[in-house]
């Protein structure tokens, strides 16, 4: 793992990702948004035109290109939260409530929301847009009738949906999201292979990873060639990983053929063949045997590996997943900073009271990395944002001009979404404020208060939902440290057991994922001020201990099964003891203070991969 310790914290934060262009997404967004918006200036009815242009912007923000059915599921999900805030906020407009019972009913659905996004990424979505629309629906003109909002962002959500139905359903392989991931694990393999031995292997297996991830998630289980080709890349990858740990590199003919693989992929299969290089190592012996057995799934030859299956989503888990401390906890955050929020427009004249509730929601989201990051950008991103829409708006006023604005503004949004926070508010700003300038409900005038608004907002969350909030770095942090130190040691207790079975596999797997989940958090608090920033340099040779534990416990399954070693009971109650005291460090919140010296020479195949690992933890937890 990469030491970015030498960089400060703020230009980590600043500095953006360089995403490829989802062309695919980009074009389907723009199309979903001008098309509603362009009907409803035909008929005369821009009103109901902007309402399904929000419903399009909101299918845009949780679109990806997956299987139809995962692409539904995601997108249905987000937008029956969205619908059901916007009904909820119209009734509270259509009721003429006033500023308390508004105040109070948005703090009770911000509650609900806060609980809902703390239960995983798709409840995030759903959270953050149930709390959005509620907002946007208690304060922007309403159609008529009134109720007729919710149902127009569900058409226009809709319509999104029916644009990549095209693509989910093809029958071209190579236009198959699932095989698109799977040449991706196989080119991210290709890399990691050829890299092994040099500075860039542990950047390489880190997005080879992130590819495997991606190619599980989107996966409905087993019989599929694509779930086939994950199980034999993830033998692959366990193979590269103690490769990788041991720092022995493999010749460069073999490290073509995963490459080989990813073009047969795409080509729909064909054979590929595996040259004949007589691995000498139990490692290189494990990668041998899984690519021969990747190259029989990409030709269409049947192959037993045994990996368990991907358990299917339990309802129950997520009800106990909402009323967990965690998801409770959340939703009391962000139940606090929208009662503050509200008191605070109650007694000031605003012109838009609900820029400030829908911005809140979009800073609080709690799987976008650093809140403090996120107030901060909203706040300079709106300047920008306002500064851009202003210019376009002294250029042009009319429908149709302003109609194409909206849909590049939409277009762009994936792109912005996957850079930087900031550029996505940057895109977002313009976007929301011509939808309402085409349904004459701002004007130029009213652009800048928007941003004090969104800085009132941020100034909220900052405060009460960072400092004064016993929201920790340590909440955060230390519970993925914990959960990838008691998932490795469940894999570690599979291996030693013999346990060459599907769960021993499955085990292995939400061992890899646990630990890309911690590397995340911590790198994500590298990039927030101190003391977030502080107590991720502390966690992070921790964190990077623990993933080359993962590459030895790889390495000793593969002496095991190849070179016929005996765990030796000794060796593993070392390492399950040193395991248990970092558990036991991260539930304390006491960072180890010593960084074990990394190994700088290939490991001794004749030597327990596992006795190393173990004298490197030690030394981890000596100074702890």
């Known amino acids: 793992m990469s030491h970015p310790k030498a960089t400060s914290w703020w230009a980590r934060a600043a500095r953006p990702a360089r995403p490829p262009l989802p062309l695919a997404l980009m074009v389907r967004a723009a199309v979903g948004m001008v098309v509603p918006l362009a009907v409803g200036l035909v008929a005369g009815r821009v009103d109901l035109g902007v309402f399904a242009g929000l419903g ?173 080709g994950f199980e034999a890349a993830l033998a692959a990858t366990e193979a590269a990983t103690g490769l990788l740990w041991a720092r022995r590199a493999v010749p460069p003919e073999v490290a073509e053929v995963p490459v080989r693989l990813a073009a047969a992929v795409r080509r729909g299969g064909g054979e590929v063949g595996v040259p004949d290089w007589r691995p000498d190592t139990p490692s290189r012996q494990a990668l041998d045997v899984a690519l021969r057995a990747a190259a029989d799934t990409v030709a269409g030859r049947a192959v037993r590996l045994g990996t368990a299956p991907v358990p299917p989503p339990d309802p129950w888990r997520l009800r106990a997943r909402l009323w967990s401390r965690p998801s409770v906890r959340y939703g009391l955050r962000v139940a606090l900073c929208i009662a503050v929020g509200a008191a605070v427009t109650a007694n000031y004249p605003l012109s838009r009271s609900y820029w400030v509730p829908m911005t809140i929601a979009f800073v609080l989201k709690p799987d976008l990395g650093s809140v403090f990051l996120r107030a901060v950008s909203r706040s300079v991103g709106t300047v920008l944002g306002v500064a851009v829409t202003a210019a376009l708006l002294l250029l042009t006023t009319d429908r149709w001009a302003l109609t194409v604005m909206a849909a590049l503004c939409v277009a762009s949004l994936p792109y912005a979404t996957a850079a930087h926070y900031g550029l996505n508010t940057v895109v977002m700003t313009p976007m929301a404020l011509v939808l309402l300038q085409l349904g004459g409900q701002s004007g130029a005038a009213e652009f800048w208060p928007r941003v004090l608004d969104s800085v009132l907002a941020s100034a909220v969350v900052l405060l009460f939902g960072c400092l004064l909030w016993p929201e920790r770095p340590r909440h955060r942090i230390e519970p993925r440290l914990v959960d990838a130190a008691s998932a490795l040691r469940a894999y570690l207790d599979a291996v030693t057991a013999g346990r060459a079975d599907r769960a021993e596999v499955w085990l292995r797997r939400t061992a890899y994922r646990a630990l890309a989940d911690a590397r995340q958090e911590v790198r994500q608090g590298l990039a927030e001020p101190p003391p977030t920033g502080r107590l991720a340099e502390r966690w992070l040779p921790a964190t990077a201990a623990l993933e080359r534990l993962g590459g030895a416990v790889a390495a000793f399954a593969a002496q095991i099964r190849f070179g016929g070693r005996v765990p030796d009971p000794a060796e593993v109650d070392r390492v399950r003891r040193a395991l248990d005291e970092l558990t036991a460090a991260a539930r304390a919140h006491r960072p180890p203070t010593t960084a074990a010296d990394r190994p700088t020479g290939p490991h001794d195949p004749a030597r327990s991969a596992l006795g190393r690992a173990a004298d490197e933890l030690e030394t981890l937890l000596a100074g702890g």
């Open 56 to 228: 399009a912007m909101h299918a845009t923000m949780n679109d990806r290109v997956e299987p139809g059915r995962l692409r539904v599921a995601r997108i249905g999900s987000a937008v029956f939260a969205s619908a059901l805030g916007m009904l909820v906020g119209s009734a509270l407009q259509h009721a003429d409530v006033d500023g308390f019972g508004l105040g109070a009913a948005l703090t009770v659905t911000a509650f609900v929301s806060g609980a809902l996004s703390a239960t995983g990424p798709r409840g995030s979505a759903a959270g953050m847009l149930l709390l959005v629309s509620a907002a946007l629906g208690s304060g922007m003109p309403l159609p008529r009738p009134w109720w007729a909002a919710a149902p127009m962002v569900v058409a226009g959500a809709g319509f999104v949906v029916l644009l990549g139905l095209p693509a989910g359903v093809s029958g071209r392989p190579a236009a198959d999201p699932r095989n698109r991931a799977l040449a991706a694990v196989f080119e991210a393999l290709g890399r990691t292979l050829a890299d092994l031995g040099t500075a860039r292997a542990a950047d390489s297996r880190q997005v080879l990873t992130a590819r495997l991830n991606q190619l599980q998630d989107l996966l409905p289980g087993r019989g599929t060639a694509a779930s086939t």
